[in-house]
């Protein structure tokens, strides 16, 4: 590991004037350390936010605000958390061990490296790592990769599991850029597809600082699921995931969410199964019908086609499952 200077840094302001291309910031370091200890990150300085940031959830006027340096475990047992966002509990909680939890902020999850084995192998062409050299995965292990949204440069996915809730329920990510300017990025448009830059996760301005998320108040505290499908039945990243939120009044569905982990390089929405299901009685036929709309929208790599038949069922039990939340 390069060797680097850390400081502890006590405003926004001092910790964003001292932020550039070389100096990183640090929340719990579950991620950044790792990324460093095997030379995939090689900052000259780290830069502690953890005392410049929030660690409060609060109450706002039309939902809630969840400090950026709130810890995964503090998120996954939070008592407003538990009774009008439960959704966000299910899939924090299905993320990495106990231990990591009481680590890992919420901004580092969404910050977070693809865990792509090519990206962590510094003798093969990664895009993600080195820009122009190739995909290894392309023509390699495709286990993990991609099955929605990928091209040729890249069919890495995003591993978070927090991100496929925050997603699902609309949240929106605050941001403060390197000029003190806020920014509101909608979460659907935080993180990235390939493209011709797959070296970039996510939209987060140049230098900026994630301050908070938001997620607005929705019905959707009684009828819920996250389905995490996966190698091992705890730590270890998914395969597939399934957040599916439902709004139900009187056996018929007036609002739905449905996302996905493991499928593309951002958390997945199926806007097209959400816009099928609302009106629709929320019967076991209607949730089959809802899970062939999503299994259409795929196209797996030669060496992934199990994921689709997986998502396929992962989507119609996390729809199922919402009935007994
Ligand atoms: C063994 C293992 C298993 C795991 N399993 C899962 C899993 O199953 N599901 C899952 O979702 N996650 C999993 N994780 C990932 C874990 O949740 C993340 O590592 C963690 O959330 C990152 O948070 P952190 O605070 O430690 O981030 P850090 O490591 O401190 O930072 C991560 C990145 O975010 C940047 N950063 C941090 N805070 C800010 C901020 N406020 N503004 C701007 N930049 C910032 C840092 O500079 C860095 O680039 C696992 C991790 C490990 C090590
Ligand atoms: S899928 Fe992305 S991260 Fe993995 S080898 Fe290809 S370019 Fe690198």
């Known amino acids: 590991m390069k060797p680097f200077t850390f400081s502890k840094s006590d405003k926004i302001s001092k910790a964003l004037s001292g932020k550039n291309d070389t100096v990183h910031f640090l929340a719990g370091g579950t991620n950044m350390v790792d990324l460093m200890k095997k030379n995939l990150a090689s900052p000259d300085a780290l830069i502690d936010v953890t005392s410049v940031l929030s660690d409060k959830i609060e109450r706002q006027d039309n939902g809630i605000r969840i400090g950026a340096v709130v810890r995964n475990s503090t998120l996954g047992k939070h008592e407003l958390i538990l009774s009008k966002f439960p959704l966000i509990a299910k899939s924090v909680l299905a993320g990495a061990s106990p231990q990591i939890r009481n680590m890992a902020s919420t901004a580092g999850n969404l910050l977070q490296r693809t865990r792509c084995p090519y990206f962590y192998d510094t003798s093969t062409p990664c895009n993600k790592r080195k820009p122009g050299t190739g995909c290894s995965a392309w023509n390699g292990n495709q286990r993990m990769s991609a099955i929605v949204g990928y091209n040729e440069q890249c069919v890495a996915v995003h591993p978070s599991d ?15 850029d390197k000029k003190l300017k806020p920014v509101r990025i909608p979460f659907d448009m935080f993180h990235r597809l390939p493209g011709n830059t797959p070296e970039l996760d996510n939209n987060l301005p140049a230098n900026a600082i994630i301050t908070s998320i938001d997620i607005p108040d929705n019905s959707f505290h009684r009828h819920y699921a996250y389905v995490k499908l996966r190698d091992r039945d705890s730590y270890a990243f998914a395969l597939v995931s399934v957040a599916a939120a439902l709004q139900i009044e009187d056996g018929r569905i007036k ?23 609302v009106g629709k009685e929320a019967t076991t036929a209607n949730f089959s019908a809802a899970a062939d709309l999503v299994s259409k929208e795929v196209a797996p790599l030669a060496g992934n086609a199990f994921k689709k038949v997986m998502l396929r069922g992962a989507v119609e039990t996390a729809l199922q499952n919402c009935l007994t939340a």
């Open 162 to 176: 927090l991100c496929v809730a925050l997603v699902a329920l609309d949240a929106t990510v605050n941001v403060m």
């Open 255 to 277: 609002a739905a969410r449905l996302a996905s982990g493991g499928v593309a390089h951002k958390p997945w929405r199926w806007h097209q199964a959400e816009q099928f299901l």
